[in-house]
């Protein structure tokens, strides 16, 4: 491949002028290149791309005014920086321009690259600060660009245990050892000297291939085997940074990749399934000052979420707007969300997507929703029951857009609002299908309280620390016919997370969320049962 340097426009993630910047794609190693304003040189490393997307279909673009024109020609490049998603949007000369960086991109994603890239990679991280000595702060900055969040205070831990930087400032060499130390796994480490028996530094094919069969178990034919340590060594010698980077990479996963897709029956009503499910999934922050947008869908759908919430108030006429009520979060329309539901509802999997509206807007504000719903999503929307299934499983329901609302205007967050019952009322499922209002959406999903009269597939929502009050026997009952769902309450302002596991275990069937905050929960979350599907619950 030869590398590649195209003059583009370049859309900023705020209201100010685009401007045209050289962008230029090096292969050893393989990153993104492009000059700020102040000419300071910014790269990405390819292997921190999340996604290439088409189009204008990014914060950076819908602050301008979207043109079909231009549509065919832009793309943007999200990337995992700092441990923040960062995009880089971009306007080429021509589709062909476009189509060509895009596809070139993709190929080098694909691709797994030696640890020796890695390491060319550190030296020039280094270089590009032009210093022979960084102290605590620079080194902290570096290690952030190298996406290794530690705070200065961990730093300076670091640099006081490994006895490195002396005078509080750190040379290169001394700078690499400290990295390598802070990416040492002595579990891997163990391992690794098990296996090396003929050399302590690195393993040969012969050990390698032992290592496959008896220990990871896998079916690789000898060539396939031999062709993976040729990826994943240097001169038919593989060290341990080596080994590393082939146990981190995806050619090891874990997972069954039958298990990636729907595998499971699918055929049992929907209250037998744990639904992955998002809380407020509009915001990108905090749930106070945070800023609202359609990325958060976005993600949300790209790793299987099933059920998104959307909290919609009354805008400028009939407008209807999505944001968190009473907070200084920013807001985006109704209609931007359910454009980003459309194109990436079932980017994963077909199984049903559920729209968790609470409505705190005015009927005419329902009706122009309802109409948009109906405008945008089409035949994806589920407007009217399915024929001779009165509990639906996912399987029947593959495809489809489920709205799920309230009988009742909750507050959610805010326990003190009181209860208004939606105008018109709120009709059973069985009742009016006719004109373009919101009750007319609402099929099998009926948001009600605990003190209403139940029926099969009713979802009731409470919060972490109300749902504790619910009396234990009466739950597995409960969510044997009904949906029951969990979210952060008001303690969780940060967009913290709490443990799902307990509310797992119940059988509560929607733990929803703050998918924008990583951590062990949400963590624990991605790692439960498939992504692409739900997983039923083991009565």
């Known amino acids: 491949m030869k590398e590649m340097e195209t003059e583009m426009v370049k859309y900023p993630n705020k209201l100010t002028k685009p401007t045209k910047r050289w962008i230029r794609l090096r292969y050893y190693p393989p990153l993104l290149q492009w000059q700020s304003k102040k000419r300071d040189q910014n790269e990405i490393l390819v292997s921190q791309i999340h996604e290439i997307r088409l189009g204008m279909n990014t914060l950076g673009f819908s602050l301008y005014e979207k043109s079909p024109a231009l549509e065919e020609r832009a793309f943007s490049v999200i990337y995992l920086q700092q441990g923040k998603f960062k995009f880089l949007n971009l306007l080429a000369q021509n589709q062909e321009e476009t189509l060509k960086w895009v596809n070139t991109l993709h190929q080098l994603m694909s691709l797994d690259y030696q640890i020796s890239d890695f390491d060319t990679w550190l030296t020039r991280i280094w270089d590009n600060e032009h210093k022979q000595f960084m102290n605590v702060d620079e080194i902290t900055l570096v290690f952030k660009r190298l996406n290794l969040n530690l705070s200065k205070r961990e730093v300076k831990s670091a640099f006081k245990f490994s006895n490195l930087g002396k005078q509080g ?84 996963s874990i997972f069954k990749k039958e298990h990636l897709h729907t595998h499971q029956d699918m055929t049992h009503p929907l209250a037998h399934y744990y639904i992955n499910s998002s809380h407020n999934t509009y915001l990108l922050g905090d749930q106070v000052a945070g800023y609202s947008s ?40 109704f209609k931007e969300v359910m454009e980003a539901i459309a194109k990436y509802a079932f980017c994963v999997s077909q199984m049903p997507l559920i729209l968790s509206i609470e409505v705190r807007c005015s009927a005419e504000t329902q009706n122009h929703m309802a109409k948009l719903m109906r405008d945008i999503l089409g035949d994806m929307l589920l407007a009217a029951p399915l024929d001779n299934v009165t509990d639906p499983s996912p399987w029947d329901l593959r495809g489809k857009i489920l709205v799920k609302a309230n009988t009742y205007r909750l507050g959610d967050d805010d326990e003190e609002e009181p209860k208004r019952r939606l105008s018109p009322p709120m009709m059973s499922r069985s009742r009016s299908r006719n004109g373009s209002s919101l009750t007319s959406l609402i099929i099998y999903l009926r948001g009600v309280s605990f003190k209403d009269n139940l029926e099969p597939g009713d979802m009731i929502s409470v919060n972490d620390r109300k749902i504790q009050q619910l009396e234990t026997k009466l739950f597995p009952e409960l969510v044997q016919s009904n949906i029951v769902r969990v979210y952060p309450s008001l303690i969780h302002f940060t967009s913290s997370n709490f443990d799902p596991i307990h509310h797992w275990l119940r059988g509560t069937q929607m733990v929803a969320l703050n998918f924008q905050t990583d951590g062990t929960c949400t963590d624990t979350r991605q790692s439960h049962g498939s992504q692409s599907s739900p997983v039923q619950i083991e009565w």
Request: aromatic residues 14%; contains cysteine; charged residues 25%.
């Open 169 to 252: 400032q750190m040379c290169y060499s001394d700078f690499e050892k400290l990295y390598k130390s802070l990416r040492y796994r002595p579990e891997i480490a163990q391992l690794f000297s098990s296996l090396a028996q003929d050399s302590p530094l690195c393993i040969s094919f012969d050990e390698f291939y032992r290592f496959l069969k008896r220990d990871q178990r896998v079916s690789w034919t000898l060539e396939r085997s031999k062709e993976m340590f040729g990826k994943f060594s240097d001169q038919n010698r593989m060290s341990i940074d080596h080994f590393t980077a082939f146990l981190m990479s995806t050619r090891n």
């Open 294 to 333: 359609v990325e958060g869908y976005i993600r949300a759908l790209q790793r299987g979420c099933k059920c998104v919430e959307i909290d919609v108030w009354d805008g400028p006429n009939q407008m209807p707007l999505v944001y968190h009520g009473r907070t200084l979060t920013s807001k985006i329309t």
